[in-house]
C-alpha cells in the first residue's frame, strides 16, 4: 500500500498547538487526508516533549495517538538496525533518531508522503537510497 501518510514531529506539534505559525496549512491538510496516517514512537516522543510548554500538551498528544490520529507503527530490532545505519549514513546532515524511523518507515511501507517542517532534511533523505519524499504542505 502506498497511501500512508507520515507525520512527523513537527507537523505533529503544528497540528496541536495552535499558537505555530503553520497550524493551520497543517490542521486543514491533515483534515482533508483521507488514508492511513502513520507515525512512530520516537516521533511521539519528540512531539510530548516539545509540546510541554503547552498546557496539556502532552496528554494531547497521547490522547491524539490513542483516539487514531495516527497509526503508531512499533520499531523491531530490523527497524532499529536500519535507523541506524541511515543515522551513520547521514551523519553531515545530521539525522536524528525519529526522522530515520521515519525514513524505515517510508521504506517498509513502500510511501512517500510526509507531513513534516523538516523541508530541508526530507529533502535530502531518500527512500531505500533513492526514492524522494513528496512533502505537500
Known amino acids: 500500500m502506498a497511501g500512508e501518510l507520515l507525520l ?26 483521507t488514508h492511513e496516517v502513520v507515525t512512530t514512537e520516537a516521533v511521539v516522543t519528540e512531539s510530548t516533549h516539545l509540546l510541554a510548554r503547552v ?14 490520529g495516527a497509526v503508531l507503527v512499533p520499531l523491531g530490532q530490523r527497524a532499529l538496525r536500519r535507523s541506524r545505519e541511515l543515522m551513520a549514513q547521514y551523519g553531515d546532515c545530521p539525522m ?16 512517500a508522503t510526509i507531513l ?22
Open 8 to 33: 512527523d514531529t513537527g507537523a505533529l506539534v503544528s497540528i496541536l498547538d495552535r499558537s505555530q505559525k503553520r497550524h493551520q496549512a497543517f490542521a486543514d491538510f491533515y483534515e482533508k487526508w
Open 55 to 68: 498546557r496539556g500538551g502532552p496528554i494531547a498528544c497521547m490522547d491524539f495517538v490513542l483516539s487514531g
Open 96 to 111: 536524528d533518531f525519529a526522522d530515520a524511523t521515519l525514513v524505515v518507515l517510508a521504506e517498509d511501507l513502500k510511501t
Open 116 to 137: 513534516t517542517t523538516d523541508r530541508k532534511d526530507f529533502s535530502v533523505y531518500r527512500i531505500a537510497g533513492r526514492r524522494r519524499f513528496t512533502i505537500p504542505v
